[in-house]
């Protein structure tokens, strides 16, 4: 295997030749140097930011195309073959003329002549015509001198490439020399049929005139003989070949570029390119230490805990052992990366520790200030692991140590970082229920840092931390818009973990309108190839196990529900984020609920919140299991006893601006004025509320005060029947009018039909918008109120209808 040259790099020669000698026509200017600046630049121009839509396929495409290009001329073809030739006879393709090119170099002596020609291509300068000149060689033509005739300039890509495979030539050996031309041959053999077609001169021996011109001499039977002794079976089978043609180049190149995108986008590489390059690497004589990395990379993506740490420790041994000591660091926080990612969480922090102790000795500010915001980070996931830790740092707590490294990433241009440190300040002071105006300050910054530098990874995190600001103002439609302006602009240069949750997040928002089916074709149209890494994987597959026990449970299908929670249940703490532990605590207690089990509730709900005060976890968690313990006093048959706890959630509420917990903190205290008796109040609550509430786009908060209000106007209504009951009653007492004859009993009855229709239209309103989000049990709460409604007010058929529905939804889900 040579340094550098392959048989793809003389076709990407001959092919600058022909655009030199200008045989590509005008139409094909732009495909040939897009092609040629693919392989020979690290941008990809081919498959660039022109694409609209975000295609997580083409991020591989230059690997892919490497890859072809060194194994087959299968992409020359594809690209020359419609176009024609633009000096030569019509009815030429560009393709006849490559390959004229290449079939040129009929021997070994003519592959030196080729490359013996190749600086004829570049522009001479003064001092090259002045020793031409002097060794009394042939001056280049007026048409060179003058530039009427196209030539590279040295520095160009195209010079740069010719200049070094000139280079790479002169100073191979003979043996390498020998075994780029046997290269050569079989990688044109397979266009011999084509040729000499084209051209019946050219005979079996034709790739080698030495053979042709020798077998008059030597006979058939010695010519053949010698051929296989030189070429081996190659003319037998022309797509089996002995070994691929790729370079030390090559290798390293395509290497790289792996690791790249595996450190970019945060997904494995797809199987057909991994299976192709395993056979390149079978294929070279060197194994680059960096094939270990990507080893270990692959490995720690696809949930490989053992085979990961041992590609790490053969990638870290084999540069520690070239480098010393520099990258020590490098390999302690990548392993504590991976321990972290596989849940040794102690071990974690014991070696991140080792590796801020190695990086302050060898002043690794860059590696130091990562693991400064891992820590920072890890302890908001785990703080009972790094409390200790805490209390005896000098940093103190999460504020300051952003601070510190908001200034370091400034000092030692860590742009990223300093980003990251801006929007986690943000964070932290929305869970801490500080003033949205400062996120927002902090978000500005971030943005402004990102769009000047030109950051588009950090655009996931960005926008991400935007819906989260809209959903907490109560602003669902923005949350809608922001991540779907993510997914089709964005998201095909961010890494896979923000796509991955911000879909999953709009696939959420969706459930909450109840639109299951397009939140889950939104989960279902993820890229496959990217899903392959175990975390986004299991992510994945939590949050679909989600939606689908909200959805069972919101359809009363217990056993379906309980099924689900048990697999759920069984995930440690340790394996899944804070925040996806809550959602699946919180649906495991409506499951309790809903099965009637208020004592399992009651102590799961006291548990939580004693663990999310110790930590000083989320504000707006701890508001929603306040809010859970009033319902809990709602369901038990003691309302009144929440409403101490309803108060102090509306108050956090207010003061941290959590919109849509604040209109649920409403919800819960009109029901407890309800069953104080105070009917009036909560219809007026409610009636406030109730316009911001259905901006949110949350249907089941809405249906609960739409039920709530319906409560309130049948309370009012029997207000208004009590006092027509006593206005009857002191009529006849005082011997004047009595009954429907009295002055003031008819403006009651009024006043009560006009509330037993409002009523009836909450009602409406609430079944619409449980059903919206199939909420079963609810549906038939309000059917039977808008039977019972109806059987008051006095029309019995509509109350039939209503009982009627009422029994064949009840069937449908199995109550009786």
């Not at 930011?49 to 992409?75: C, F, M, Y």
């Not at 004047?736 to 009024?750: F, L, S, T």
Request: hydrophobic letters at 40%; one cysteine or more; glycine letters at 6%.
């Amino acid at each position: 295997m040579s340094r550098y040259l392959t048989p793809a790099k003389i076709g990407l020669l001959a092919l600058i030749e022909l655009y030199v000698e200008g045989a590509v026509p005008t139409n094909g200017i732009i495909p040939v140097i897009n092609f040629l600046t693919s392989h020979l630049l690290d941008c990809d121009l081919i498959n660039g930011a022109s694409t609209s839509q975000p295609n997580p396929a083409d991020r591989w495409s230059k690997a892919e195309g490497t890859v072809q290009l060194i194994t087959s001329h299968r992409d020359f073809e594809k690209l020359l073959s419609p176009l024609a030739a633009a000096d030569k006879l019509p009815g030429r393709r560009l393709w006849d003329r490559f390959l004229e090119k290449l079939w040129q170099i009929e021997s070994f002596d003519a592959l030196h002549v080729f490359f013996r020609l190749r600086p004829n291509l570049l522009v001479k300068t003064r001092d090259d015509l002045r020793r031409m000149a002097e060794r009394g060689e042939e001056l280049p033509s007026e048409e060179e001198l003058d530039g009427r005739k196209v030539l590279l300039s040295k520095n160009s890509p195209f010079g740069a490439f010719v200049r070094r495979c000139h280079l790479e030539f002169i100073r191979l050996r003979f043996n390498h020399t020998t075994d780029l031309w046997r290269m050569f041959v079989e990688y044109r053999q397979p266009t011999a049929p084509y040729w000499r077609q084209r051209h019946p001169q050219y005979g079996r021996l034709s790739f080698d005139s030495v053979l042709m011109t020798g077998q008059h001499e030597w006979g058939p039977r010695q010519t053949e003989e010698l051929a296989v002794v030189a070429y081996g079976d190659m003319r037998l089978a022309n797509d089996c070949r002995r070994a691929w043609p790729i370079s030390t180049d090559d290798v390293e190149g395509l290497l790289e570029f792996q690791i790249e995108q595996i450190q970019k986008f945060g997904t494995r590489i797809p199987p057909e390119l991994r299976d192709r390059f395993r056979r390149l690497m079978k294929d070279s004589l060197v194994v680059p230490s960096l094939s270990h990395y990507l080893n270990f990379s692959d490995a720690w993506r696809s949930g490989d805990f053992p085979s990961s740490f041992d590609y790490l420790h053969r990638y870290f041994d084999y540069t520690m052992q070239n480098r010393d000591r520099l990258f020590y660091q490098y390999a302690l926080m990548n392993l504590a990366i991976v321990q972290s990612d596989f849940g040794c969480h102690k071990e974690a922090v014991a070696t991140m520790l080792e590796t801020v102790s190695t990086a302050r000795e060898n002043r690794d500010m860059t590696c130091l200030n990562f693991a400064l915001n891992w820590f920072f980070h890890f302890g908001r996931a785990h703080p009972g692991l790094v409390r200790e830790l805490e209390n005896s740092s000098m940093l103190g707590g999460g504020k300051e140590t952003l601070a510190y490294l908001r200034a370091k990433a400034k000092e030692s241009g860590m742009w990223i970082l300093w980003s990251s440190a801006l929007l986690s300040e943000a964070k932290l002071g929305m869970a801490h229920g500080e003033s949205v105006a400062s996120a927002l300050e902090h978000m500005v910054r971030s943005s402004q840092l990102i769009v000047e530098r030109n950051m588009k990874t950090m655009m996931g995190a960005q926008l991400s931390m935007c819906v989260t600001i809209w959903d907490r103002l109560g602003l669902s439609p923005m949350s809608v818009v922001t991540c779907e302006v993510f997914l089709s602009c964005h998201a095909r240069n961010s890494v896979f973990d923000d796509e991955l949750r911000i879909t999953c997040r709009l696939a959420g928002l969706l459930a909450g309108k109840g639109k299951y089916q397009d939140a889950f074709r939104r989960l279902e149209g993820m890229d496959s190839n990217s899903l392959r890494s175990a975390k986004p994987r299991q992510y994945w597959h939590l949050y679909r196990g989600l939606l689908k026990l909200r959805r069972d449970l919101h359809r009363n299908h217990l056993p379906a529900a309980d099924a689900l929670l048990s697999q759920l249940l069984q995930t440690g703490p340790e394996d899944l984020e804070p925040d996806m532990v809550f959602v699946i605590d919180t649906l495991h207690i409506e499951a309790l609920i809903r099965g009637q089990d208020f004592e399992q509730a009651f102590i799961k709900v006291d548990r939580l919140l004693g663990e999310l005060r110790e930590d000083n976890r989320d504000i707006a968690l701890r508001i929603r299991l306040l809010l859970t313990k009033a319902h809990l006093f709602d369901c038990v048959g003691r309302p009144e006893k929440g409403f101490t706890i309803a108060m102090r959630a509306a108050s956090m509420s207010w003061g941290a601006l959590i919109v849509p917990l604040l209109w649920q903190s409403m919800s819960a205290i009109a029901n407890i004025l309800n069953a104080l008796g105070e009917f009036d109040a909560a219809a007026k609550l409610i009636i406030s509320v109730l316009p911001r509430v259905l901006e949110t786009d949350v249907s089941f908060t809405a249906g609960t005060l739409y039920s709530l209000l319906a409560d309130a106007r049948m309370g009012m209504a029997g207000e208004a029947a009590a006092d027509a009951e006593a206005f009857s009653r002191r009529d006849a007492a005082s011997g004047g009018p009595a009954g429907e004859d009295g002055n003031e009993y008819k403006p009651a009855k009024r006043q009560q039909r006009k509330y037993m229709l409002a009523a009836h239209a909450a009602l409406g309103s609430a079944f619409d918008h449980f059903s919206a989000v199939e909420d079963v049990q609810k549906q038939c709460e309000m059917l039977a109120k808008q039977a019972s409604l109806m059987r008051a007010f006095g029309d019995g058929e509509l109350a039939k209808d209503y009982a009627a529905k009422y029994i064949a939804l009840k069937r449908e889900i199995g109550g009786w």
